[in-house]
C-alpha cells in the first residue's frame, strides 16, 4: 500500500487520482479539482488510460481535463497541450447539438474508458488528477 497519496485518492506512477463519488457540470468539476490543489485528469499514455478503466466501477460517464471549448474541433487539455494519446468512442467527438443550441465541447469517459464529447452542462462524475507528494526523510 503506497500511503503517499491523501485518504481517498488513488496511486498510479508517480501521480495520485480522487474518482469522484460527486456529479458536476465540467466547470464545477473544474473547480473542484482545482481546489484539491489538482486538475481534471490528463490521459497521456496507453497504460494510464488502462489503470483508470479498470478503477472505474459501474456505468458512470467522467469528465476528463479536455475541452474544445475556445476553437471547435480543436481539442486540448486544460493545461493547453494538445492530446497525443487519444481514445475517442467510434464516432466521437461528434459535437452533437441535441437539436438545438450549442454542440459538445468537454470530453469525459464513457462505459469500457471510451472517451465522448458532452454537452459542458451536462452533469457526470470526474477524476482528478495531481503529483504524488515526495516524502523528505530529515537528514537531520
Ligand atoms: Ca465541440
Ligand atoms: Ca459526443
Redesign the pocket.
Known sequence: EDNSCPPHWKNFTDKCYYFSVEKEIFEDAKLFCEDKSSHLVFINTREEQQWIKKQMVGRESHWIGLTDSERENEWKWLDGTSPDYKNWKAG???N?GHGHGPG?DCAGLIYAGQW???QCEDVNNFICEKDRETVLSSAL
Do not use: V
Open positions: 466521437q467527438p461528434d452533437w459538445e465522448n464529447d458532452f
